[in-house]
């Protein structure tokens, strides 16, 4: 049976690389986002083969801080699927320029809501769907991915706030392992280090200030990059578990 995957945050960075390389791993991917017209590209350049493993896509646009929404989002993409998808990507999520003091009071709540409150539901929904559902041959019951940070590990005064999103998040993540594992389900922390993305201009970083900070750091990160990763820890045989994993470019010292 073919493996199926839904990946939120889909329409652009890591999540759009995410879903193609899925694609290529040879998983039917549902993707989901608020852009449309971005999901609808990514559709036709999945069913065009574009990811090498060609194969079937379906979008389904929605609001990720939503809880409702993604309720919708798992309940049409089991319907897709055939069963609960084999793969849950909660990747949707927003950074925040600026440490406790400086970041913009303003926009807290909606990234608490989006990083933390509305992941962590994705993942408690999605993992309970995957407990209750026969065990696969050769895939499981299934792999919950979050992505996290590595400055939800080290945190960093230039995203203050934001950092403690990725912590919150990654403790769900390990509290929810331990809950799941011994049902077969995995619930993997992939925290990244700096991935040239949209990421920057939403969370309002200062570009130049940006790029000088990160010169030092040489080459950054590609959404491609974190992909691989992540494809490669759902490509792991269902006894093993790659929980937590960090990625940064190699010359990123800090954080
Ligand atoms: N880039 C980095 O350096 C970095 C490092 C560590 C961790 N991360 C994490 O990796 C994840 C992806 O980041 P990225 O670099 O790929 O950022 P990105 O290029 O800005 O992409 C973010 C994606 O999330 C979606 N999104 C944002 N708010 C949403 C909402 N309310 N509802 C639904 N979708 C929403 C966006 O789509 P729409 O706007 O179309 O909704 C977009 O597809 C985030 O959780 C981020 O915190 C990024």
Same mark, same amino acid.
């Given at each position: 049976?073919?493996?199926?995957?839904?990946?939120?945050?889909?329409?652009?960075?890591?999540?759009?690389?995410?879903?193609?390389?899925?694609?290529?791993?040879?998983?039917?991917?549902?993707?989901? &986002?608020?852009?449309?017209?971005?999901?609808?590209?990514?559709?036709?350049?999945?069913? &065009?083969?574009?990811? &090498?493993?060609?194969?079937?896509?379906?979008?389904?646009?929605?609001?990720?801080?939503?809880?409702?929404?993604?309720?919708?989002?798992?309940?049409?993409?089991?319907?897709?699927?055939?069963?609960?998808?084999?793969?849950?990507?909660?990747?949707?999520?927003?950074?925040?320029?600026?440490?406790?003091?400086?970041?913009?009071?303003?926009?807290?709540?909606?990234?608490?809501?989006?990083?933390?409150?509305?992941?962590?539901?994705?993942?408690?929904? &999605?993992?309970?769907?995957?407990?209750?559902?026969?065990?696969?041959?050769?895939?499981?019951?299934?792999?919950?991915?979050?992505?996290?940070?590595?400055?939800?590990?080290?945190?960093?005064?230039?995203?203050?706030?934001?950092?403690?999103?990725?912590?919150?998040?990654?403790?769900?993540?390990?509290?929810?392992?331990?809950?799941?594992?011994?049902?077969?389900?995995?619930?993997?922390?992939?925290?990244?280090?700096?991935?040239?993305?949209?990421?920057?201009?939403?969370?309002?970083?200062?570009?130049?200030?940006?790029?000088?900070?990160?010169?030092?750091?040489?080459?950054?990160?590609?959404?491609?990059?974190?992909?691989?990763?992540?494809?490669?820890?759902?490509?792991?045989?269902?006894?093993?578990?790659?929980?937590?994993?960090?990625?940064?470019?190699?010359?990123?010292?800090?954080?």
């Amino acid at each position: 049976m073919t493996p199926t995957a839904l990946i939120t945050g889909a329409s652009a960075g890591i999540g759009r690389a995410t879903a193609l390389e899925l694609a290529r791993l040879g998983y039917r991917v549902v993707v989901s &986002a608020r852009r449309d017209e971005r999901l609808a590209e990514l559709v036709a350049e999945i069913e &065009a083969g574009a990811g &090498a493993g060609g194969g079937a896509a379906l979008a389904l646009p929605a609001d990720a801080s939503d809880t409702a929404a993604l309720d919708r989002v798992l309940a049409d993409a089991t319907d897709w699927c055939g069963g609960p998808p084999d793969v849950v990507v909660a990747n949707a999520g927003h950074g925040l320029a600026g440490g406790v003091l400086s970041s913009d009071r303003a926009r807290w709540e909606h990234m608490i809501q989006l990083n933390f409150l509305a992941t962590t539901h994705l993942m408690r929904v &999605a993992a309970q769907a995957m407990a209750g559902r026969d065990e696969r041959p050769g895939v499981g019951r299934g792999d919950v991915v979050v992505l996290g940070s590595c400055v939800g590990v080290n945190v960093s005064p230039f995203s203050g706030m934001y950092g403690a999103t990725k912590f919150a998040v990654g403790a769900a993540a390990e509290a929810l392992r331990r809950e799941v594992g011994g049902h077969g389900v995995r619930v993997t922390n992939v925290r990244p280090g700096i991935v040239i993305s949209e990421f920057q201009d939403v969370a309002g970083y200062d570009a130049e200030n940006f790029g000088k900070a990160i010169e030092k750091f040489g080459q950054p990160l590609q959404p491609d990059d974190v992909a691989r990763t992540i494809g490669f820890v759902v490509s792991q045989p269902p006894h093993v578990h790659v929980n937590e994993l960090t990625i940064r470019p190699v010359g990123q010292d800090y954080p």
